[in-house]
């Protein structure tokens, strides 16, 4: 069984642009979590999804914004980049009630 | 809410010598608790977790840690270390009726040196 997959692996953009980081979780799996690593600091949560709904969202501007599709894969959306908006950017693919499966992350970075 | 706090943001040790990597969460809620590892330029390994049970966990590789509810701590062990568990340690908890949202801690440096 393939785990999560994220792509891309890295990117580069322009403050003022928009991004979009996908995410496919493991087959059966059907929640999908997005988290916000900076350098130095532990993963911060920015979206949970299950069956498709958002279950959670932490505090992050509405410039951020997510969706998960019938298959189950999830799409991480942020707008109007920031310098700070540079990060790693993991996604989980949750058992539920378990644990979090994490992928390989999406490195950002804002220039 | 909940919150994890490492207290150590780095710990150096030489290899074959013990370590405890610290770990303390307030919650309001019962949790699950977690340690995840992190080596350079990938994302995070499920190390081991606490759901219910016996309070002492183990991993594959060695490490164990102890949930201790009266002192909110889950401390990461192990008893000899080697050169290949350099890597980064985050703590984390997640409520047990919460969606599976985890909260990390800052992370714990682990530098074992020959």
């Known amino acids: 069984d393939a785990g999560v997959t994220q792509s891309p692996t890295h990117l580069i953009k322009t403050r003022g642009q928009h991004v979009t980081l996908r995410c496919s979780p493991i087959s059966g799996h059907k929640s999908v979590s997005w988290y916000q690593q900076v350098l130095g600091q532990g993963p911060q949560f920015i979206f949970q999804y299950y069956e498709k709904e958002e279950r959670g969202r932490g505090n992050f501007p509405d410039r951020f914004s997510a969706r998960q599709f019938p298959n189950y894969s999830s799409e991480l959306n942020v707008n109007a980049l920031l310098l700070g908006d540079s990060a790693l950017y993991l996604c989980?693919?949750?058992?539920?009630?378990?644990?979090?499966?994490f992928g390989q992350g999406t490195r950002l970075t804002v220039v | 809410a909940q919150s994890v706090t490492q207290l150590d943001s780095q710990v150096p040790v030489f290899e074959e010598a013990p370590v405890e990597l610290r770990c303390n969460y307030s919650s309001s809620v019962s949790v699950y608790l977690f340690w995840y590892v992190q080596y350079p330029n990938q994302g995070l390994q499920l190390l081991l977790k606490y759901l219910s049970g016996s309070t002492l966990v183990e991993s594959i590789n060695g490490f164990e840690a102890e949930f201790n509810k009266s002192q909110t701590s889950f401390h990461l062990r192990k008893p000899s270390v080697h050169i290949s568990d350099t890597a980064e340690y985050f703590c984390?908890?997640?409520?047990?009726?919460?969606?599976?949202?985890?909260?990390f801690g800052s992370g714990t440096k682990l530098n074992v040196k020959p």
């Open positions: 984390a908890v997640s409520a047990i009726w919460g969606f599976n949202k985890f909260y």
């Open positions: 989980a693919s949750i058992q539920e009630g378990t644990e979090a499966f």
